[in-house]
């Protein structure tokens, strides 16, 4: 593994063969789509590493495949139809969205697993923050109950969305994680379709938490979770 900063500097990690790329400047969507389109060929057709990208976008909204019209409610930002499974979300600064480009034949070509293992990545992630994030039936992204925080116990956030693509068995797009976003960007959509239901930060939880301090515990659950040798371990959460 290596981890190379977006001036160019990497330091060397553990060898789990996953290149990872810390950007910490703002990335255009446009932009990062096509660097992950062409990595993604090159990882099936020219044997590329595989790749693990932290970054921000500027304030946007994506339309995954499952997206229903009536959930934008007011464009307020620019907004991109996205071959990513799910449905509306926002990414802005102070979200650290996490886009993972693996090869799924090698690891394990099953859908499924993929998207718990990204959704243990979060909750592992969370922890080191002493939050405890939650997978709940039939609501895709990782929960938070307000109780332990703000006292409203019985209800409960989203802090973080997963959607995914795959092309011949290699992953694209990923995660997203509300660190400290503005939180009212949210208002414009109905996010992942799911109504009666708020968005969270870890700083509305009352974490105060560096985009560099997330990137070090996402870098660290991860190999927790796809193994330090690019191999899924026996369990996970």
Known sequence: MSVQESRGQARPQAPTGVEWRIERQPVG??????????????????GAPELAWLLEHPPIYTAG??????????????????GRGGEFTYHGPGQRVGYLLLDLKRRNPDVRAYVRDLEAWL?????????????????VGIWVDRGPYTGEWGREDKIAAI???????VSFHGVALNVDPDLSH????????????????????????????????????????????????????
């Open 29 to 46: 969507y446009p932009e990062a789509v096509a660097a992950m389109e062409a990595r993604v060929a090159a990882i099936r057709d020219e």
């Open 65 to 82: 495949t499952s997206a229903d019209e009536a959930d934008l409610l007011e464009a307020r930002f620019p907004v991109y139809r996205s």
């Open 123 to 139: 909750i592992r992630s969370l922890t080191r923050f002493g939050v405890k994030g939650e997978r709940r039936e039939g609501r």
């Open 163 to 169: 959607g995914v693509r795959l092309r011949r068995w």
């Open 186 to 237: 949210f208002e414009g959509i109905v996010p992942c379709g799911i109504r009666g239901h708020g968005v969270t930060s870890l700083a509305r939880l009352g974490v105060r938490a560096t985009l560099e301090e997330v990137d070090a515990a996402m870098l660290a659950a991860f190999g927790e979770v796809f193994g330090p040798d690019g191999r899924r371990p026996a369990r996970l959460p």
